[in-house]
């Protein structure tokens, strides 16, 4: 079984019965102690379970709001080898000094790892993102004002004045609900709405959106046009339909494949 189909698997037992010993996580996932203990560590790194001693307990958050989609934890735990090797490639597009913009999303956040070395001005607005650079970082984080969604990891604001309306940044991160023919699109008028002000404000927009993104997802707000992407990064499970049609709208295709080592 892959890292990210027993990720799923240990989460989903924890949703039915809240909490689970080592032992019973080994048998339920045939795997060994020493698998199902980088699990839990993996898992807990990430905010998607609680270490007990001796087993693991579901980080049961219960959102006083939500947005339109599935929840954060939800697509962090998908293609979640994909989206590594994504962010990770995302990352080394940025030096010391750059001033850039990273929008809350699953694969955006991985970028975390990656820029822990980096000295940067980063605005975002995902709150969990902004706590972990600055607590693993030496980079500068600028988040807007707004109300924060908890089940999305996600900081939004219905006003037009925040502290992002004088950020200009030299590239601009974003995920993708789904890309089509028509454009980037999105699930959640109010997230389109925030990373609408943001477009402008960056001169380039590279996205981060894995194989399956491609189609239309039941996402259906149009962010912006492909025209208006410079660069998209996915992974390997891409189609060549879907890359011509990309490389047809003028946007460059970086395509990467997941180390043996997250698979």
């Not at 934890?73 to 850039?100: E, P, W, Y």
């Not at 996600?154 to 028509?182: R, W």
């Not at 993104?213 to 025209?227: T, V």
Request: glycine share 6%; proline share 2%.
């Amino acid at each position: 079984m892959s890292n990210e189909k027993r990720h799923a698997a240990l989460l989903k037992i924890l949703a039915e019965r809240e909490r689970a010993t080592i032992a019973e996580l080994v048998e339920a996932l045939h795997a060994s102690v020493a698998t199902v203990r980088r699990d839990i560590t993996w898992l807990a790194e990430r905010g998607l379970l609680h270490r007990l001693r001796g087993g693991a307990e579901r980080a049961a958050v219960r959102p006083q709001y939500a947005l339109a989609g599935g929840s954060f934890d939800h697509f962090l735990a998908q293609s979640s080898a994909a989206k590594r090797a994504i962010a990770r490639c995302a990352a080394h597009m940025c030096n010391d000094g750059d001033t850039v913009t990273i929008a809350s999303g699953s694969t955006t956040f991985m970028m975390v790892e990656f820029l822990a070395l980096r000295r940067m001005r980063i605005l975002t607005n995902s709150f969990l993102m902004a706590e972990q650079l600055l607590t693993r970082s030496q980079n500068d984080i600028i988040v807007p004002g707004g109300l924060i969604y908890r089940e999305q990891n996600v900081i939004l604001s219905p006003f037009e004045n925040d502290m992002s309306q004088g950020h200009y940044a030299s590239k601009m991160f974003l995920g993708a609900a789904a890309l089509t023919e028509v454009g980037l699109l999105a699930r959640d008028p109010l997230v389109l709405q925030a990373e609408r002000r943001l477009l402008n404000q960056a001169n380039k927009l590279v996205v981060l959106a894995d194989g399956s993104k491609f189609g239309e997802q039941g996402a259906g707000l149009i962010l912006c046009p492909l025209a208006k992407l410079d660069c998209v990064i996915t992974d390997d499970r891409v189609s060549d339909v879907s890359v011509r049609m990309l490389e047809q709208a003028g946007v460059r295709v970086v395509v990467v494949s997941p180390e043996a080592s997250d698979v």
